[in-house]
């Protein structure tokens, strides 16, 4: 297909072209987008709590870096991706958990390029990936080529891939995911994120609890030059207690103070406040019942909190 086509040859180019080629892109998508620039800019706003023409300029040219860096993500060879994040902070968090014996689950917003942090981790310990199909179908083959290479493992969004993360943590391995993608109804609560109610997911707060699971707070910061990244990895400033409510308005907490340190490259222009696909986009309707996906888990999230709180 020309599109495949196209990705692969874009994937040909170096890191820095592709990023300029995305500023230029991002300009373009928010001029041509009134709905996606409103977006954008009241997000941002949102957050910051003022107008910041500066941030608000970088967040655009970021955001069309961050689509067109895929390519490069995808398409080149892992040694060289993981080689582009020049520096590593953190690290010595998962070698403490490590050798603690635990499971670790890695969190990881839509911040800088979160498509490099699994795969930076995969080049040194095996990882377990929640998987969501690309909203293009063209590009699903790619994507999975991407990411399932290496000891990077992808289990799809449905209930099948929650078992298969629950069993990776209690086997003492580590899982991956995006925390702040809007769930389906049935998958999550509303929580504050940035001072406004947002449909979040419950599925992160309920694999911490998992008993023996470390959280470990994961972005890859975007250098300018198309010089690279540099991976970071953050303990939480909050303890988990097990209640499912309060975790999850940790984890948007534990988000926010990671979007600060670099608001122009969080995706600002996605829809986060939206509800679950059977409500309107601006209201906040009671949460329904958990869907199995959320069940597969409960049992073990419930016993870790029980084993909490005694």
């Not at 196209?6 to 300029?20: A, T």
């Not at 179908?137 to 000891?151: I, S, Y």
């Not at 209690?170 to 925390?179: Q, T």
């Amino acid at each position: 297909m020309l599109s495949q086509r196209v990705f692969r040859l874009l994937s040909r180019l170096p890191l820095s072209w592709l990023h300029r080629i995305g500023g230029w892109a991002g300009w373009l998508t928010y001029k041509t987008s009134s709905s996606y620039a409103r977006r954008l800019r009241e997000n941002l706003f949102n957050a910051l709590g003022r107008e910041d023409e500066a941030v608000l300029r970088a967040a655009i040219v970021e955001a069309g870096r961050q689509a067109l860096e895929l390519p490069f993500i995808w398409g080149r060879p892992a040694a060289e991706v993981v080689a582009s994040a020049v520096r590593t902070e953190g690290w010595e968090l998962v070698e403490a958990a490590r050798a603690e014996g635990a499971g670790i689950l890695f969190i990881t917003p839509h911040l800088g390029c979160f498509e490099i942090t699994a795969q930076c981790i995969a080049a040194k310990i095996p990882i377990t990936v929640l998987y969501r199909p690309p909203r293009k179908e063209v590009l699903q083959p790619l994507m999975e080529a991407g990411r399932a290479r290496g000891q990077m493992r992808t289990a799809p969004a449905d209930l099948s891939g929650v078992r298969k993360l629950v069993k990776t943590l209690r086997s003492h391995e580590a899982v991956g995911m995006l925390p702040d993608q809007v769930p389906g109804a049935g998958e999550g609560v509303w929580s504050t994120f940035f001072g406004k109610p947002a449909w979040t997911m419950t599925l992160a707060a309920r694999l911490a609890a998992v008993k023996g699971v470390r959280v470990i707070y994961t972005w890859a910061e975007r250098l300018p030059r198309g010089e690279g990244y540099v991976f970071r990895l953050q303990a939480p400033t909050e303890a988990l207690g097990g209640d499912l409510d309060t975790d999850v308005a940790i984890i948007n907490r534990e988000v926010e103070r990671m979007i600060l340190q670099c608001p122009q490259q969080y995706l600002w222009g996605y829809n986060r406040y939206k509800g679950p696909r059977r409500g309107r986009d601006d209201a906040a309707p009671e949460a329904p019942e958990d869907m199995p996906g959320d069940a597969a888990v409960r049992a073990d999230a419930d016993g870790a909190a029980a084993e909490r709180r005694a």
